[in-house]
């Protein structure tokens, strides 16, 4: 088949195309994950509390809506409650619905770009790219964290049918992204900033049309729709949850240098010399670790068939980008701007945090999309560049998300150890009765494994179906007194784990001792090498 031919088919068949290279890709990246991933610390403690209600659709959505953790949120909790129905604690659904929102938010994001500038080269680059972008590794593995996948995947979408109306002047189209915003606001509040998209993208489309005093007039008139789910939303955590008792309040800080500090920060990590060190590092990793055959196939289908996609459907035009680079600068600085409320929450790329870069990617991906496309209009081979150049670096973020999911999978590995371990004894166990977890990792790499009493007790809970177990695992927060083990977190107790009934287990040495007493314990503890020393004596 000749390049001419080549060229007609993937013209005529593009949208075709793109879309099941974008399905490609998450597949690629995440089917191991979607098959291999599991439950981690907050998912347990979702579970804890409704494996034991009454099974009723009816009894699961109350006791999801009215999780503290969760009515802050409060679409997002019947979707999960309507997951838990069907499937219970299979984590295949879950993470398999993840990867569904990912890939809406990607085409999205492609139909956005196209709304934006018409540049089919732009939009498919800066999707594909969307995909793959290794700052934020836990949205992707945790199944509490799908609010933030469905939250942007909202964003993008509104953002997307707003470009739509304003072209059109379809006002049914503006109050349905509104309303599809509404719902994005409610179900995570990452795109609460980003509310200042709607006008600025709305006043740069309009001011060619009129004066800048009606553009500006105009602006504001059809943008206030956007601002009402910000205020709602207000509302609701402000005044509405605190007059029922309800949901959880986070701690917010007013203080200008760590808001700004926080916003750099977040710079730094999304797409600075710092952010590419972290993404060769990690892809570099992965090779040295080696790959499977399988591993190779993908790699070299993801850069062959990107760089033919490109080379073969890029057009040699002058190139208008003002909307999408402006659009996308603002977008990122703002993406982080709520965290810097937080005092919890600065931006990195390989801890529990990065979840603050999720939103942030958005703009990453066009801002890295048009400067390819850009840099490499300049160039005499402009298609093979810009070809070979995306080709590269979705195979260098590739490997660099294969690296991010190893020890989502190790730990859940582990976990399935000890579950299968405490199944094997369950005829020992007694109501009431407490297990130490000891020897054990709180954290495979930068992926939490079973850290503490919220998490080990709450797996014991579920796997033994006994809601009464006692568990946690030793570390610097576990205090020893005369007839208990203590779990402090500060000065807050946590968990208190009784001697007179008490099983030491360190599931890789199968080893698994029954002691009754406080000096029993710390023999046993001293026999079995367990390093108590992190431990407090009262």
């Not at 990867?99 to 994001?109: D, G, K, N, P």
């Not at 049309?209 to 509302?235: D, E």
């Not at 991906?365 to 400067?371: C, M, N, Q, T």
Request: net charge positive; charged share 15%; with cysteine.
């Amino acid at each position: 088949m000749s390049y001419i031919r080549i060229h007609e088919f993937i013209e005529k068949h593009f949208f075709i195309i793109a879309f099941f290279f974008f399905l490609a890709l998450e597949l690629f990246c995440f089917w191991n994950s979607i098959r291999g991933d599991g439950f981690y610390p907050d998912d347990w403690i979702i579970f804890d509390r409704i494996h034991f209600i009454d099974p009723s659709f009816q009894s699961i959505i109350k006791a999801f809506v009215f999780d503290d953790r969760l009515v802050i949120r409060p679409i997002m909790p019947m979707i999960l409650a309507t997951l838990y129905f069907f499937f219970r604690e299979n984590p295949f659904p879950y993470h398999l619905m993840n990867s569904v929102f990912e890939l809406m938010s990607a085409w999205c994001i492609f139909r956005l770009v196209l709304a934006t500038s018409s540049e089919k080269t732009i939009a498919f680059i800066a999707a594909s790219i969307f995909i793959l972008y290794p700052t934020h590794d836990f949205t992707h593995h945790s199944m509490v964290l799908n609010i933030v996948s469905l939250g942007i995947t909202l964003f993008v979408f509104s953002l997307w049918q707003f470009v739509e109306a304003i072209q059109t002047k379809n006002n049914k189209q503006l109050y349905f992204s509104a309303l599809v915003y509404f719902l994005g606001v409610f179900v995570y509040e990452g795109s609460l900033p980003l509310v200042i998209i709607y006008p600025l993208i709305h006043f740069m489309f309009s001011k060619k049309q009129n004066n800048w005093k009606n553009t500006l007039l105009t602006t504001l008139q059809q943008s206030i729709l956007f601002f009402l789910p910000v205020l709602a939303l207000l509302v609701y955590r402000k005044y509405l949850l605190p007059a029922f008792h309800i949901g959880w309040n986070y701690a917010m800080v007013f203080n200008p240098m760590h808001f700004f500090n926080v916003i750099l920060q977040g710079l730094k990590v999304s797409i600075s010399p710092y952010a590419f060190a972290v993404f060769i590092s990690l892809a570099y990793d992965c090779l040295r670790h080696g790959l499977s055959i399988g591993q190779w196939i993908m790699l070299f289908s993801t850069f062959i068939l990107s760089a033919a996609i490109i080379y073969c459907s890029y057009k040699s035009e002058k190139i208008v980008l003002k909307v999408i680079i402006v659009t996308s600068i603002i977008g990122l600085i703002f993406s982080y701007t709520i965290f810097g409320l937080s005092p919890e929450h600065m931006p990195d790329i390989i801890n529990s945090i990065n979840r603050v870069n999720a939103f942030g990617s958005i703009f990453s991906s066009l801002l890295l999309a048009v400067a390819i496309v850009w840099l490499s209009s300049k160039l005499r081979q402009a298609r093979i560049v810009m070809a070979l150049a995306t080709a590269a670096l979705l195979s260098l973020f590739l490997l660099a998300n294969w690296e991010f999911s190893k020890p989502w999978n190790v730990s859940w590995s582990a976990q399935k150890l000890v579950r299968r371990f405490i199944k094997s004894k369950a005829n020992e166990i007694r109501s009431g009765d407490s297990i130490v977890l000891a020897n054990w990792p709180r954290f495979v790499r930068w992926c939490p494994a079973l850290d503490g009493v919220w998490d080990f007790q709450a797996l014991l809970h579920v796997t033994l179906d006994d809601p009464s177990i006692r568990g946690t695992t030793i570390s610097e927060r576990v205090v020893i007194t005369n007839d208990a083990l203590i779990e402090k977190v500060g000065s807050k107790t946590v968990g208190r784990l009784p001697f007179k009934r008490m099983f030491i287990l360190i599931p890789a040495q199968g080893v698994w001792v029954f002691v009754d007493s406080k000096e029993k314990f710390i023999a046993a503890a001293r026999q079995l090498n367990v390093d108590l020393t992190m431990c407090r004596l009262n």
